[in-house]
């Protein structure tokens, strides 16, 4: 049932326990870039949207120097000027809430919720000084058009901590399905599309989900997305048979679990996780997950899982004919996923063009660091490090000590042959092109 997380956010957290079919073959999260703003959104205490004006709905990509208060400032839109401070920005949520429905009920307490998209839900201010703990360059500079500075003033630290709201602003909750369980520090460690500020409040958490309750330091994560949409958005009104409200969400194109899937495909939720260091199918980054559901390798199994869930959420609104095309489409998800599975795995080995043989050569290294509990991200920033002629010899260097934890395993010479052997098919290629190809972000 539709519950209360963090005094704001109402989800629906029933669970489907459906039976789902697989495929035969592991797989790896995808790292995604975050695009553009649209929604910016304060987590933790309630999520504070700012639309531009003029959108109606649309979902498409706007950067905020395109926005009136620009325009009016001489700012154009091919080259984004730095603003020193917040004033610049011309704010409104009012396209948005007079496309999708707001709930009523304007009380903030834990309840079922119908019959909407969002809630309003005001954030509650710390009662202790607040601290600006982390904060992301990259976000303020590239796309808030904002200088660094402006991090450092009181404005930005309470838009951040929830104490001020932006005029023009809304802060809105989203009502949506699935779970969420989200801790500050997870949050921010694997992204850098986010700022951090830090209270000497205490918060109740269960770290561990044991039952032990302790009283922690809160914090506020501010992410930005263009989107928080995900397939859980559509999964809660197709359970409660809100039909309407499903066909006005289906053209916004608005996201392993259906809550955290984002119907854009960006990367929104991070946490809970854990960092794999030593390669292991079965590891499990969410310590919730007692059945291993969501563990590394069975995500290509949840992604198919997820569109499943999500073809039955918008199964209402097609005719037959467009339910059995949707499903002649699914059905080519394991060849398609299985496809890009083999092109990045070949990037990161340097690998050029297609030939026979080169899932064999990737599964069995996969095999090898599994057996040897090599470090994943390492073995293959050495891999891209080491020489062909260090690799004929079998000398690895000291230094690359994930390689050389993978080389004691006995058929590790075996590999190395194949792999060899298959660099020679890399045509007119040097082996310091195959390193530098093997450590651009494209490989990573």
Request: proline share 4%.
């Amino acid at each position: 049932m539709p519950q209360c997380v963090s005094n704001c956010c109402p989800v629906y957290s029933g669970r489907n326990t459906t039976q789902r079919s697989g495929f035969p073959f592991c797989c790896l999260a995808r790292r995604l870039q975050i695009p553009q703003l649209l929604l910016l959104c304060v987590t933790c205490r309630a999520l504070c949207s700012l639309v531009q004006p003029g959108l109606e709905g649309s979902a498409s990509l706007v950067h905020l120097f395109r926005n009136r208060s620009n325009q009016e400032q001489g700012y154009c839109e091919t080259e984004a000027s730095i603003a020193s401070s917040l004033n610049f920005w011309t704010l409104s949520s009012e396209d948005l809430i007079a496309v999708l429905p707001v709930d009523p009920v304007k009380e903030n307490y834990v309840r079922k919720v119908r019959n909407c998209i969002f809630s309003i839900a005001f954030p509650t201010p710390f009662k202790s000084r607040v601290r600006l703990a982390a904060v992301s360059k990259e976000v303020l500079e590239d796309i808030l058009d904002l200088d660094l500075s402006v991090s450092e003033t009181d404005a930005f630290i309470q838009l951040v901590s929830g104490e001020k709201i932006v005029f023009g602003s809304i802060p809105l909750a989203h009502r949506y399905g699935g779970h969420q369980v989200r801790i500050a520090s997870a949050q921010f460690l694997l992204c850098k599309n986010k700022h951090l500020v830090v209270s000497d409040d205490e918060v109740w958490r269960d770290q561990f989900y044991n039952g032990n309750i302790v009283k922690e330091r809160g914090a506020v994560v501010l992410r930005v997305a263009k989107s928080w949409f995900r397939i859980g958005s559509l999964e809660i009104l197709a359970h409660y048979g809100e039909l309407d409200l499903l066909r006005l969400e289906r053209p916004l194109k608005s996201v392993c679990n259906t809550d955290n899937f984002s119907l854009l495909s960006i990367t929104i939720d991070y946490g809970p996780f854990g960092f794999m260091e030593a390669y292991n199918p079965d590891f499990v980054p969410n310590t919730s997950d007692d059945e291993r559901r969501y563990k590394i390798g069975n995500q290509a199994n949840i992604g198919m899982f997820n569109l499943n869930k999500l073809l039955q959420a918008l199964n209402p609104l097609l005719d037959p004919g467009q339910k059995q095309l949707a499903a002649q489409i699914l059905e080519g998800y394991p060849v398609l996923y299985y496809t890009r599975f083999t092109e990045l795995f070949k990037a990161k080995l340097g690998l050029l063009g297609e030939r026979k043989g080169d899932d064999d050569l990737i599964a069995f290294l996969l095999h090898l660091m599994e057996k040897t509990e090599a470090d994943f991200t390492m073995t293959f920033r050495q891999l891209s490090e080491v020489t062909q002629s260090q690799l004929q010899e079998l000398n690895i260097p000291q230094q690359f000590w994930a390689l050389k934890t993978i080389s004691k395993h006995q058929l590790f010479p075996a590999w190395v042959s194949q792999y060899l052997l298959r660099l020679k098919s890399n045509m007119n290629d040097s082996d310091s092109e195959r390193r530098k190809r093997m450590t651009s972000k494209q490989s990573f």
